[in-house]
């Protein structure tokens, strides 16, 4: 089945230390999101790419670093300059250069703070 | 546990009944629509979708009708039934950009 796989589904940083969730996408889409998302809150855009060896920042990118080396994968870092680093973090994907598709999105990886 | 629904309005409804979810969306240039359905501990599913050039669209049990004058979407799901509880949300696109807008979300409990 294609799709979006997240991984881990929970993570736990503890003080000063940089994390990393996984992304891996099978739908052959060209553009890769990532989102987190926080209680009352719409999804908040952190970085998106649309190519490989190509990314931009979204609207909170502070705190995060992105790679995109392969079309599959996409992974984020959660760094310790991020300071509320607590959220479910979501990935997606979608044809981009196709107008009007939806996104597809994986299972999300919850991290908390120890 | 689950953190994304709190401080989310919440549509209670009677199973067999129909359900009719609603979004404001922010940008009157936006030109696609798509509703999505959040399970508990899950990501977003896609529902169905629609462009600005329609003014309803429909899928297997579900409608959507988008009012551009107001800017106003809205989700009807007919027969309503336990597996549709969850948290719909609603975003917002223009085409051949990278922006998706997405609303806070709504809460649907189905009461048996």
């Known amino acids: 089945d294609g799709g979006i796989t997240q991984s881990p589904k929970y993570l736990f940083r503890k003080e000063g230390q940089n994390v990393t969730l996984s992304c891996e996408q099978n739908?052959?889409?060209?553009?890769m999101y990532w989102y987190r998302q926080d209680p009352g809150q719409g999804l908040r855009l952190i970085y998106y790419?649309?190519?490989?060896?190509?990314?931009q920042k979204g609207d909170i990118a502070e705190g995060y670093s992105v790679s995109r080396e392969k079309k599959e994968s996409f992974p984020l870092t959660v760094t310790s300059a991020q300071k509320n680093p607590t959220a479910f973090y979501l990935c997606a994907s979608s044809v981009y250069r196709d107008s009007n598709q939806p996104q597809h999105f994986g299972d999300g990886t919850r991290l908390s703070i120890l | 546990g689950e953190s994304v629904g709190l401080h989310l309005p919440t549509l209670s409804v009677q199973e067999g009944d129909n359900s009719i979810i609603n979004c404001a969306y922010s940008?009157?240039?936006?030109?696609?629509f798509i509703w999505y359905k959040q399970e508990s501990g899950k990501g977003p599913q896609f529902i169905i979708d629609i462009r600005s050039n329609m003014d309803k669209r429909q899928g297997q049990r579900v409608t959507v009708l988008l009012n551009k004058t107001v800017k106003h979407l809205s989700l009807q799901i007919a027969a309503t039934q336990p597996g549709d509880s969850a948290v719909y949300f609603c975003a917002e696109n223009l085409s051949r950009t990278y922006k998706y807008i997405f609303g806070t979300g709504t809460r649907l409990k189905v009461l048996a």
């Open positions: 940008n009157s240039a936006s030109d696609y």
């Open positions: 739908l052959n889409h060209d553009a």
């Open positions: 790419s649309q190519i490989v060896n190509d990314f």
